[in-house]
T-cell receptor
């Protein structure tokens, strides 16, 4: 596996379910990110982790709970979601101690909340 | 203000033509201005990026023009091809790379 992988690619869940999204980066980067991508809206940064320490939480509702056990893995735990949470959830990674701020994105998880 | 305004929302260009997408920002703390390209079913991928001390950067058919005084930057795609049909996002970064905000995206369609 290369780059940034995400599983599952598609997820349908009811509002009372609990599920988790998984992201893994094989690039040796120190930072990992969760973004939400909704139709016709800018990508919304949700969480940022630097060397597995959370450095940013952009006022995300508590029904989204991130976990970063090490620099290569990132999870997004979901519970009691709302239909408006349906979106594409993108994971990204970057190496921040360089002159480039390039972020490498995974293919995303398409989440539908019913 | 932590915003990047992108226009147009959608763009249709004839094959061989020039595609132009514009972005504007307000926060002078931004120090990195990338453009990302996203195909359906894929995550965004970096296309080209510029720092504010440079007014233009060219990579192949893709050029960023940067106007620091106007706080505007644009992406020009020369000789547009059907394979360029995708969604393009401008963005602005700061905070040592940990913070990036994205424009709303432009859906480009290149007619064969």
């Amino acid at each position: 596996e290369t780059g940034v992988t995400q599983t599952p690619r598609h997820l349908v869940m009811g509002m009372t379910n609990k599920k988790s999204l998984k992201c893994e980066q094989h690039l040796g980067h120190n930072a990992m990110y969760w973004y939400k991508q909704s139709a016709k809206k800018p990508l919304e940064l949700m969480f940022v982790y630097n060397f597995k320490e959370q450095t940013e939480n952009n006022s995300v509702p508590s029904r989204f709970s991130p976990e970063c056990p090490n620099s290569s893995h990132l999870f997004l735990h979901l519970h009691t979601l709302q239909p408006e949470d349906s979106a594409l959830y993108l994971c990204a990674s970057s190496q921040t101690d360089t002159s480039s701020y390039e972020q490498y994105f995974g293919p995303g998880t398409r989440l539908t909340v019913t | 203000q932590q915003q990047v305004k992108q226009s147009p929302q959608s763009l249709i260009v004839q094959k061989g033509g020039i595609s132009i997408i514009n972005c504007a920002y307000e926060n002078t703390a931004f120090d990195y201005f990338p453009w990302y390209q996203q195909f359906p079913g894929k995550g965004p991928a970096l296309l080209i990026a510029i720092r504010p001390d440079v007014s233009e950067k060219k990579e192949g058919r893709f050029t960023i023009s940067f106007n620091k005084s106007a706080k505007q930057f644009s992406l020009h795609i020369m000789d547009s091809q059907p394979g360029d049909s995708a969604t393009y996002f401008c963005a602005a970064g700061w905070g040592g790379g940990f913070k990036t905000i994205f424009g709303a995206g432009t859906r480009l369609f290149v007619k064969a």
